[in-house]
């Protein structure tokens, strides 16, 4: 059912002929939906079939609706609210809106946010969070405006590879495989290991815990794991290294594709064991991914760590990773 605006008596005029329909997961709804957010953020390209397997693949106890705005035929805008499975409660949602450029501050952002709210409060949330980059100004006074506040920072860093020089690290893994640290890309574990999505997902877990998280995190099931990983379109088993101690995994890094950009690389989780810690493993897994994306013609790698991450911070740094505006999460608290 699509709902028509033309005004709000608390808001400025909107344009006549607004209206807003739910996401019907049609052809044509999901390529509007990754193209109005493809104008929005065009430096974080997604595709349908990104957005196909996430939904693919959601696990079912996680809500999600979304919503598209048109005018005059044509979509403007895309909406939703959802929940986080890696830090999931049954009553705190993420909410989202983009609108196209073109149509920002005519208030369509608005009616659409309230069309969202409204529906998510039918499952009593005790907290909404929405995440923004603090340049994308509009959207940062949109969100304190309606009662968000600040709780973490996060910052982009990006790292361009052609101007990258490995000489300086040149023998950093012969000293680790002296003390008996081994790195394989997961390609190789994959045929040589029968245990190894096992000890991958162990170690996935593990290494979780110590991620910074404005919730408290829920740990992934094996099968959902297997699922994210193995199953991924954008999944690089040779970009994918891991750092083993004899037949233990202490450490992984993950370099993922990024199908509508074959310039870019994104990073995923890199992490060490605990016990395992300032010896370098994870540096040495930094490397190892530059390698593989200098062997592939990449460009930029992007990755991104909470601003109170100073490890991994000063390795990014070290390795000639520049800092790009900070993403920041938001949260609005309901009594």
């Known amino acids: 059912m699509s709902t028509a605006y033309e005004k709000s008596p608390a808001r400025r005029f909107v344009p006549a002929g607004l209206t807003i329909h739910p996401f019907t997961a049609s052809d044509a709804d999901y390529a509007d939906a990754v193209r109005v957010v493809n104008a929005v953020f065009p430096e974080y390209m997604d595709t349908v079939g990104d957005w196909r397997f996430e939904d693919s693949h959601r696990a079912p106890h996680i809500q999600m609706r979304r919503w598209l705005a048109s005018l005059g035929g044509a979509t403007?805008?895309?909406?939703?609210?959802?929940?986080?499975?890696?830090?999931?409660?049954?009553?705190?949602?993420?909410?989202?809106?983009?609108?196209?450029?073109?149509?920002?501050?005519?208030?369509?952002?608005?009616?659409?946010?309230?069309?969202?709210?409204?529906?998510?409060?039918?499952?009593?949330?005790?907290?909404?969070?929405?995440?923004?980059?603090?340049?994308?100004?509009?959207?940062?006074?949109?969100?304190?405006?309606?009662?968000?506040?600040?709780?973490?920072?996060?910052?982009?860093?990006?790292?361009?590879?052609?101007t990258f020089d490995p000489a300086p690290y040149a023998c950093h893994e012969v000293a680790l495989r002296a003390e008996g640290i081994r790195i394989a890309t997961l390609a190789e574990l994959l045929e040589r290991d029968p245990d190894c999505?096992?000890?991958?997902?162990?170690?996935?877990?593990?290494?979780?815990?110590?991620?910074?998280?404005?919730?408290?995190?829920?740990?992934?099931?094996?099968?959902?794991?297997?699922?994210?990983?193995?199953?991924?379109?954008?999944?690089?088993?040779?970009?994918?290294?891991?750092?083993?101690?004899?037949?233990?995994?202490?450490?992984?890094?993950?370099?993922?594709?990024?199908?509508?950009?074959p310039r870019e690389l994104y990073t995923g989780l890199t992490g060490v064991r605990r016990a395992y810690r300032r010896r370098g493993i994870a540096l040495a897994l930094k490397l190892r991914g530059i390698a593989y994306a200098r062997q592939r013609g990449v460009k930029m790698i992007k990755t991104w760590n909470a601003q109170n991450n100073r490890g991994m911070l000063n390795i990014n740094a070290a390795l000639g990773f520049v800092k790009q505006p900070a993403w920041i999460s938001l949260v609005k608290k309901f009594d």
Do not use: C
């Not at 997902?201 to 998280?213: I, K």
């Not at 379109?233 to 202490?250: I, K, M, Q, S, T």
């Open 197 to 261: 999505r096992e000890k991958l997902w162990d170690l996935d877990v593990e290494l979780t815990r110590d991620v910074p998280y404005p919730e408290p995190p829920t740990p992934i099931t094996r099968q959902a794991f297997d699922a994210w990983v193995f199953n991924n379109p954008n999944f690089l088993p040779e970009g994918y290294v891991v750092a083993r101690d004899g037949a233990h995994y202490v450490g992984s890094s993950a370099l993922w594709d990024s199908k509508a950009d």
């Open 76 to 162: 403007v805008a895309y909406g939703n609210y959802s929940q986080f499975e890696d830090m999931y409660h049954p009553h705190k949602f993420s909410v989202f809106v983009a609108v196209l450029p073109a149509h920002q501050g005519q208030g369509i952002g608005a009616v659409l946010y309230d069309e969202i709210v409204s529906a998510v409060g039918w499952r009593d949330p005790i907290s909404l969070r929405a995440r923004t980059r603090e340049d994308v100004v509009r959207s940062v006074r949109f969100l304190r405006d309606r009662g968000f506040a600040e709780d973490m920072r996060e910052w982009e860093s990006r790292l361009d590879v052609d």
